[in-house]
């Protein structure tokens, strides 16, 4: 069932889980994160950064693949299209494709206007009914060229950004996109609290991959409610798929047929989201 995101999220943060934001690329990953999500049977977000639904084809080929193969796959746990890290066109767009949540990245402009931005991109999609996310400070590292320094979020940036009326807020803190480096510090787990302190919508945390478990587990503990994960299915996928071609590279047994040769990553997908979906503990939405 597609649905909105501000219920699902008021009811994690209260409940103190997280629902997971898994990105998709193609059918092949839709359909992974979507059955995993089934046969757990939890809600899941689907995101599409800008980069993805370009390389997809446009934001409405996305909504509707997306909800093509929920329809022939019989899901029945709640489904959130999501934008992820769309710019101030990006978000328009995925309003109009019928997405049913977009995130509204402007922490590269200056915050007024990140502000301002925000405030009409919550008017226009809450008149649709559909939730709204926003960024303050920053997220270090570069998802799909959208680069961030970073950037610990500031507690009265929060605040204001909140006052917008958006439904979740993703925060810079210490959290950086793609795999971390050996002398990463940590999450900043102080300014997490002054921030949960400070709001009351659900936190999101972007940078999912890679983050050792216990402080993933901690942040859900302070308010968190969305955990972003995009690089650890892709570096499934890319594993699996390696590992097929390498083993079939006489080609005997068709190895060569696409449909088997995209089998293997499709399930390393799916794997890796059950097994994220398990540990943070997602619970059914009635
Ligand atoms: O917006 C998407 C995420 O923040 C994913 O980050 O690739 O480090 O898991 P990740
Ligand atoms: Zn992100």
Known sequence: ??????????????????????????????????????EKNVPVLIQTSMGAAKYMGGYELCQQLIAAEMKSMAITVPVIIHLDHGNYEAAKEAIAAGYNSVMFDGHDLPFAENLAKTKEIVELAHAKGISVEAEVGSIGGEEDGVVGEGELADVNEAKQLAATGIDFLAAGIGNIHGQYP????????????????????????????????????????????????????QLAFAKATREYILANKDQE??????????????????DTVEEIIGWMGTRPIK
Not at 190 to 213: M, T, Y
């Open 1 to 38: 069932t597609l649905v909105h995101g501000t219920e699902i999220f008021a009811a994690a943060r209260k409940g103190h889980y997280a629902v997971g934001a898994f990105n998709t690329n193609n059918l092949e990953w839709t359909r992974a994160i979507l059955s995993a999500a089934q």
């Open 182 to 233: 050996a002398n990463w510090k940590g999450l900043h787990f102080d300014r997490l609290q002054e921030l949960a302190d400070a709001i009351s919508i659900p936190l999101v945390l972007h940078g999912g991959s890679g983050i050792p478990q216990d402080q993933v587990e901690k942040a859900i503990s302070m308010g968190v409610a969305k955990l972003n994960i995009n690089t650890e299915c």
């Open 253 to 270: 047994g068709k190895g060569y047929d696409p449909r088997k040769l995209l089998a293997p990553g499709t399930q390393a997908i799916k």
